[in-house]
């Protein structure tokens, strides 16, 4: 036990990549201090003391879902409970534009599923967006969204992409990966894009150019050797086309689902998964600890695991409002400055693409 750690931090001081196994022994360790010592190192290497976060404001189209995904408290059908909503281009619009005078940088449009609405609108939406702010970065639709548009528009994934890009859209987030084991995905969301087809799209965006970011949901019916497998398929994808900026870790908050009987991940687990995914995925320059789902108080821990990035200030947030995360609505620059000092870090606002636009 003593002389595999000892092997794996000569490893990690050398920069040397860590395998499967390496990182199984990680997380079924107990000794949270080796962990947070190691991680806190390659989190230095990346971004020294920074921790970044941006100001952004989330825009959920509609909460009317096709796929209702077993994990998920936020689709609801059509005419079913639950306060189907759907914006219109214009209103969408208009929510966006009440946070501007806030000073965000970033318009983060992220939906579900609509059984009726065809790609036109999603792209009309991104145009009159982009019209609108032309300087705020749109950061929207997940994989699992762009595969769908191609599905119901008999266009490829590129022909998306691209008509996507030329109405405003500069970047994708990283929702939907799930936990890449097709077996699970069969049976907690059989109707969304597979492994496969989820890597297919950031592979496809990435060889555009086109920037984007990569999650893993845990904490439900995965195995741990299934988050060590999912960072693995992340990490090849980065070696073969880079263009993921940061990986953020999503523990399953299992409140209002249809797997509500599950326990909520612990605090250790949570920070154990922001480590190892800090010392696996040595080509992925950001780890995010999203407050939202983490809570503010486990967020602030992860800083000193590996974490380097806090996620936005976040006006509104309704997904994982849905499913009972007690922090939806947002907290202010301040809030999130003084949160970063009070770890120990410097803060630093920056926008989507990580340009750094105010130390503090
Ligand atoms: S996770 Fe996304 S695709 Fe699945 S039900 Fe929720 S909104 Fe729909």
């Known amino acids: 036990m003593k002389r595999k750690k000892l092997e794996i931090k000569e490893k990690v001081n050398n920069d040397i990549r860590l395998t499967k196994e390496e990182a199984l022994f990680l997380y079924n360790s107990n000794d949270l201090l080796f962990l947070g010592e190691l991680a806190n190192y390659k989190k230095g290497q990346k971004s020294a003391d920074k921790v970044f976060f941006n100001v952004n404001r989330h825009i959920n189209l509609t909460n009317i879902c096709i796929s209702r995904c077993k994990f998920c408290a936020f ?64 950061q929207g639709f997940t994989a699992v969204e762009i595969f769908h548009f191609s599905k119901i528009s008999n266009l490829s994934i590129k022909e998306v992409l691209l008509k996507l890009q030329e109405a405003g859209l500069g970047s994708i987030p990283g929702g939907g990966a799930e936990i890449f084991n097709n077996e699970i995905r ?67 908050l299992p409140a209002n689902t249809r797997l509500e009987h599950i326990k909520r991940t612990s605090a250790v687990d949570d920070i154990k998964t922001i480590a190892v995914s800090r010392l696996v995925l040595d080509n992925i320059d950001h780890i995010k600890a999203f407050w939202v789902m983490l809570g503010i108080p486990t967020a602030q821990i992860a800083l000193n695991f590996g974490a380097d990035d806090l996620d936005g200030t976040i006006v509104e947030e309704r997904i994982m409002q849905a499913a009972g995360a007690s922090a939806g609505r947002g907290i202010s620059k301040s809030d999130i400055i003084n949160l970063i000092k009070d770890a120990g870090f410097t803060p630093v606002e920056r926008d989507t693409l990580y340009n750094e636009i105010k130390t503090y």
């Not at 209103?91 to 579900?112: D, Q």
């Not at 969301?189 to 920037?211: D, F, M, S």
């Not at 019916?221 to 999503?250: A, K, W, Y």
């Open 186 to 252: 069969q049976e907690l969301c059989p109707r969304k894009a597979n492994t496969e087809e989820w890597l297919e799209v950031h592979r496809i965006a990435h060889e555009l150019g086109i920037k984007t970011n990569c999650t893993m949901l845990y904490g439900h019916i995965e195995s741990i050797e299934d988050r060590v497998n999912h960072m693995i398929l992340l990490r090849e994808l980065q070696d073969e086309t880079p263009g993921f900026q940061s990986f953020i870790p999503l523990p399953f």
């Open 75 to 138: 689709g609801v059908d059509e005419d079913g409970q639950g306060g189907p909503y759907i914006m219109s281009a214009d209103e969408a619009v208009e929510f966006a534009g009440v946070a501007v005078p806030m000073g965000i940088t970033e318009f983060h449009v992220v939906s579900a599923m609509h059984p009726k609405k065809n790609f036109s609108y999603y792209l009309e939406i991104i145009q009159k967006l982009h019209d609108s702010y032309p300087d705020i970065h749109i």
